[in-house]
């Protein structure tokens, strides 16, 4: 059994259900006139407007849902199996909602609150909590019936105009769950048959949820509900807060995917950007879990940095490519969001917000969830930085929260890429919480700018090749191979000393003990060198050794591994793997560690550079102080 999950009985359920029966049958809801008759005037076609002000006047109307589903096909009394099922889910919505509002009042005081308001009416600050809690909890039973709706309803592909908000009401949960039935009701008026019906059905639950979850920081108490996950087994639905599958949305993905052979040099990324592809599909829905997190190697997060101009765009869009290709084969609900500088706000706590819903759009368990920090040297800031805003300080503290903090739960169902042309402006801490380092140079040797050069021109020439082999320097393999084997030295200056004076020291590493004492090393030449970054190392030799190329046919066709059970996927993976290394040990110290001096090196040469330029201006501003006194203008200017 999940911990902390709330199972709801049909009892709970069955006690609401006369009053889901008289709502779907009529209800009464208020309407604003907002001073507009609904009575044409006689041969004009036009309604008759009072020139008084009546925005705030309201008057009744009647909704019947059972009459109006049925009218859509007027010739037959008996309603088809899709009318029925409307009819039936939204019935059956209705009584789940207000089961869960019960169950709200339960986990909060509202339910001693209105015990105690039966018996005498309540005063003061109970009263004010009372109605605080009234209306929170009404709030709870319109998006629980509009999540039940959007996940029930098969309503195939939804109409390109979305259907009006409904008019939200809060003052009572059965005063929400009848404005919701009269905007439905509004939304399926007029359609042609039951499939446009259903659409129409589908869609307005998804703007109900919508404009649910943008009202959100109206209400207070919603912290019990937030924390709750909510299981209804006879229909398998689950609540787990205000996470709504994002890969339910309609909305496809747009984006100009790019293929692996459109990417020149950047070796060691690209290959490992197609593995994290392979993996993210391995993940089993139902048992939630990524067989690649069990068995080590899983990649939650990295950081990919380079010079502009040099391919961390193109990146992206190859990674969510290539996933989004096998979400569609295995019929997965894929979701990528990327967090940029327009999140950042200036109201205090909008952009931990902002960013905290970004974070779990991506780690929802419904969805495969591939989520990218663009530019994160800008989105956050380091907290020694007193010119950053508030905001990009909240960024920095959710972000840091959620890829290694407390409460994060490493599922295997997604992935956070943070990138950035100036990895070294990025708050130390944050940066040591990504799992990898991703250098992405771009084309370096001779053999990449002409590809580079081939690939860009395209075909509208008639200019020979020459003595080249077209893209046989970016054979992956080969390729992969040969930038693994440079780092069998590191490259960094200050890393270099280190690795030579240990070898003068110890000889070529041959144990667990030699590899501790290069560690050691390491550490008290660069102190950022901490216990995390050993983590992030042994992780990423963790990944080596599961450096399995996962046989592309797997994914052509789904039953043949990503739609087989957990166990079974975990065993063909296991057959695959190997034991790591002493020159992948190696390989990926150098790797980490040229990464964090190279981060130092940059960030002391900014520093320096400020401080000469600080000075010269120093010295330029005394020179000029020294000549304005020679003329007896300094002091007339104090």
Same mark, same amino acid.
């Given at each position: 059994?999940?911990?902390?999950?709330?199972?709801?009985?049909?009892?709970?359920?069955?006690?609401?259900?006369?009053?889901?029966?008289?709502? +779907?049958?009529?209800?009464?809801?208020?309407? *604003?006139?907002?001073?507009?008759?609904?009575?044409?005037?006689?041969?004009?076609?036009?309604?008759?407007?009072?020139?008084?002000?009546?925005?705030?006047?309201?008057?009744?109307?009647?909704?019947?849902?059972?009459?109006?589903?049925?009218?859509?096909?007027?010739?037959?009394?008996? =309603?088809?199996?899709?009318?029925?099922?409307?009819?039936?889910?939204?019935?059956?919505?209705?009584? +789940?909602?207000?089961?869960?509002?019960?169950?709200?009042?339960?986990?909060?005081?509202?339910?001693?609150?209105?015990?105690?308001?039966?018996?005498?009416?309540?005063?003061?600050?109970?009263? +004010?909590?009372?109605?605080?809690?009234?209306?929170?909890?009404? %709030?709870?039973?319109?998006?629980?019936?509009?999540?039940?709706?959007?996940?029930?309803?098969?309503?195939?592909? *939804?109409?390109?105009?979305?259907?009006?908000?409904?008019?939200?009401?809060?003052?009572?949960?059965?005063?929400?769950?009848?404005?919701?039935?009269?905007?439905?009701?509004?939304?399926?008026?007029?359609?042609?048959?039951?499939?446009?019906?259903?659409?129409?059905?589908?869609?307005?639950?998804?703007?109900?949820?919508?404009?649910?979850?943008?009202?959100?920081?109206?209400?207070?108490?919603?912290?019990?509900?937030?924390?709750?996950?909510?299981?209804?087994?006879?229909?398998?639905?689950?609540?787990?807060?205000?996470?709504? /599958?994002?890969?339910?949305?309609?909305?496809?993905?747009?984006?100009?995917?790019?293929?692996?052979?459109?990417? !020149?040099?950047?070796?060691?990324?690209?290959?490992?950007?197609?593995?994290?592809?392979?993996?993210?599909?391995?993940?089993?829905?139902?048992?939630?879990?990524?067989?690649?997190?069990?068995?080590?190697?899983?990649?939650?997060?990295?950081?990919?940095?380079?010079?502009?101009?040099?391919?961390?765009?193109?990146?992206?869009?190859?990674?969510?490519?290539?996933?989004?290709?096998?979400?569609?084969?295995? @019929? %997965?609900?894929?979701?990528?969001?990327?967090?940029?500088?327009?999140?950042?706000?200036?109201?205090?706590?909008?952009?931990?917000?902002?960013?905290?819903?970004?974070?779990?759009?991506?780690?929802?368990?419904?969805?495969?969830?591939?989520?990218?920090?663009?530019?994160?040297?800008? +989105? /956050?800031?380091?907290?020694?930085?007193?010119?950053?805003?508030?905001?990009?300080?909240?960024?920095?503290?959710? =972000?840091?929260?959620?890829?290694? @903090?407390?409460?994060?739960?490493?599922?295997?169902?997604?992935?956070?890429?943070?990138?950035?042309?100036?990895?070294?402006?990025?708050?130390?801490?944050?940066?040591?919480?990504?799992? /990898?380092?991703?250098?992405?140079?771009?084309?370096?040797?001779?053999?990449?700018?002409?590809?580079?050069?081939?690939?860009?021109?395209?075909?509208?020439?008639?200019?020979?090749?020459?003595?080249?082999?077209? %893209?046989?320097?970016?054979?992956?393999?080969?390729?992969?191979?040969?930038?693994?084997?440079?780092?069998?030295?590191?490259?960094?200056?200050?890393?270099?000393?280190?690795?030579?004076?240990?070898?003068?020291?110890?000889?070529?590493?041959?144990?667990?003990?030699?590899?501790?004492?290069?560690?050691?090393?390491?550490?008290?030449?660069?102190?950022?060198?901490?216990?995390?970054? !050993?983590?992030?190392?042994?992780?990423?030799?963790?990944?080596?050794?599961?450096?399995?190329?996962?046989?592309?046919?797997?994914?052509?066709?789904?039953?043949?591994?990503?739609?087989?059970?957990?166990?079974?996927?975990?065993?063909?993976?296991?057959?695959?793997?190997?034991?790591?290394?002493?020159?992948?040990?190696?390989? *990926?110290?150098?790797?980490?560690?040229?990464?964090?001096?190279?981060?130092?090196?940059?960030?002391?040469?900014?520093?320096?550079?400020?401080?000469?330029?600080?000075?010269?201006? $120093?010295? $330029?501003?005394?020179?000029?102080?020294?000549?304005?006194?020679?003329?007896?203008?300094?002091?007339?200017?104090?």
């Amino acid at each position: 059994m999940d911990i902390g999950l709330t199972r709801i009985d049909e009892e709970d359920i069955a006690k609401h259900r006369s009053t889901a029966q008289s709502f +779907v049958t009529r209800v009464i809801v208020m309407k *604003e006139t907002g001073g507009r008759s609904d009575t044409a005037l006689a041969g004009t076609g036009r309604r008759f407007v009072s020139t008084i002000s009546t925005g705030g006047m309201k008057r009744t109307r009647e909704v019947e849902l059972t009459k109006q589903i049925a009218a859509i096909r007027p010739d037959d009394q008996m =309603l088809t199996p899709m009318q029925h099922n409307l009819l039936y889910r939204t019935r059956r919505g209705i009584a +789940v909602a207000l089961a869960v509002a019960d169950a709200y009042a339960r986990q909060t005081e509202l339910e001693s609150l209105q015990a105690r308001n039966l018996s005498a009416p309540l005063q003061g600050d109970d009263a +004010v909590r009372f109605k605080t809690l009234v209306n929170a909890a009404a %709030y709870v039973s319109a998006f629980t019936l509009s999540a039940y709706l959007l996940h029930m309803l098969d309503g195939g592909t *939804e109409p390109v105009n979305d259907p009006d908000e409904p008019d939200f009401l809060f003052d009572t949960a059965q005063d929400a769950l009848k404005g919701l039935i009269a905007g439905l009701a509004n939304a399926i008026d007029g359609a042609a048959d039951e499939t446009a019906m259903l659409q129409r059905a589908k869609a307005f639950a998804r703007v109900a949820v919508d404009g649910l979850l943008g009202r959100r920081g109206r209400f207070t108490g919603l912290g019990a509900f937030e924390n709750s996950h909510i299981r209804i087994e006879a229909d398998d639905f689950t609540i787990n807060g205000f996470d709504v /599958a994002p890969g339910e949305r309609r909305k496809p993905l747009v984006m100009q995917f790019k293929k692996p052979n459109e990417i !020149i040099g950047n070796h060691i990324a690209k290959y490992q950007a197609t593995k994290l592809a392979k993996m993210l599909v391995a993940y089993d829905f139902d048992r939630q879990l990524n067989p690649f997190v069990e068995l080590g190697g899983f990649l939650f997060t990295f950081v990919g940095d380079g010079a502009p101009g040099t391919g961390k765009t193109i990146l992206i869009q190859m990674i969510a490519g290539l996933i989004n290709d096998y979400c569609e084969i295995a @019929g %997965y609900p894929f979701h990528y969001e990327n967090f940029g500088v327009d999140q950042i706000s200036s109201y205090q706590g909008k952009s931990g917000q902002n960013c905290k819903e970004f974070v779990n759009n991506i780690v929802n368990p419904k969805a495969i969830g591939f989520g990218t920090v663009d530019d994160i040297d800008q +989105v /956050a800031a380091k907290r020694s930085d007193d010119r950053a805003s508030a905001g990009q300080h909240e960024v920095t503290a959710v =972000l840091m929260e959620s890829f290694a @903090g407390a409460t994060t739960v490493v599922r295997g169902n997604c992935s956070f890429g943070m990138f950035s042309n100036y990895p070294e402006n990025v708050d130390d801490a944050l940066r040591q919480r990504a799992g /990898a380092r991703w250098l992405v140079d771009g084309p370096q040797t001779l053999e990449d700018y002409v590809d580079i050069f081939v690939l860009l021109a395209g075909k509208n020439h008639d200019i020979p090749l020459g003595e080249h082999d077209l %893209y046989e320097a970016q054979a992956i393999k080969q390729a992969v191979a040969a930038a693994y084997e440079g780092h069998d030295r590191p490259k960094e200056d200050g890393l270099v000393a280190v690795y030579e004076r240990f070898l003068e020291e110890r000889g070529e590493p041959r144990t667990m003990a030699d590899v501790g004492d290069y560690l050691h090393r390491i550490k008290l030449a660069e102190p950022r060198f901490t216990g995390r970054a !050993i983590k992030n190392i042994t992780d990423a030799i963790k990944m080596r050794a599961m450096d399995i190329d996962l046989p592309d046919d797997w994914f052509e066709a789904p039953e043949t591994f990503m739609h087989k059970s957990y166990d079974d996927k975990k065993a063909m993976i296991e057959e695959l793997r190997g034991p790591f290394t002493m020159a992948m040990v190696m390989q *990926e110290i150098n790797r980490y560690a040229d990464s964090e001096f190279r981060y130092t090196d940059k960030s002391d040469q900014a520093a320096i550079e400020t401080m000469i330029r600080n000075e010269r201006l $120093r010295e $330029r501003a005394a020179a000029e102080i020294a000549e304005l006194k020679a003329k007896g203008l300094w002091s007339k200017r104090c």
